[in-house]
């Protein structure tokens, strides 16, 4: 069964860092892209960024870009999310998705449960 | 980067068909045929319904279609149940990113 688990989020004061973790078990993780995607309260989906099998193809959303860093460990099978210089539109449930392919298209098959990232004063 | 544009909201009686829009441009939808279309429930992770535009992954019913025509693409969701009532979602790749719509919420009258 596939389970992705995020990790690392709480509430930071803007300005600050924080890192988001995804473990992710029950398929070949290197097999496949992985993405972020988050959801303000209330709000829609909003993609974050993405990134290929490899780490060879990154993209993200004009409104992280320069701020977020995303990364993987594939002998980890380990997925995550550098946040700097963090805002109060930042603040969202962040969730972590496995893509259907090897590198970032979309948003597939299987998504944690999110973890909360509250960013206020 | 601007967000597909769907409906705000539909509606429709069980057993009936009811189909969402999702508009972009050349540049996403019109230009790749990777369209997916997600469900979500309150307080629940997305789940996809539709990927490529009109495949549907394993244990999803074939109730739920999808297509493409253009630079836009479209969900339709025939015999209608109550447990269909949630929100809705497309997004569409883009040269090296990902752009959702601002979702449809779909009520079962």
Redesign the interface.
Known sequence: EVQLVESGGGLVQPGRSLRLSCAASGFIFDDYAM?W?RQAPGK????VS?IGWNSG?I????SVKGRFTISRDNARNSLYLQMNSLRVEDTALY?C?KD?MVA??????S????TLVTVSS | QSALTQPASVSGSPGQSITISCTGTSSDIGGYNYVSWYQQHPGKAPKLMIYDVSNRPSGVSNRFSGSKSGNTASLTISGLQTEDEADYYCSSYTSSSTLFGGGTKLTVL
């Open positions: 993405h995607v829609g989906l909003e993609w993405g193809d993209g993200y959303a004009d969730y998705a259907m970032p298209i979309n948003p597939g098959d998504w944690g449960q999110g």
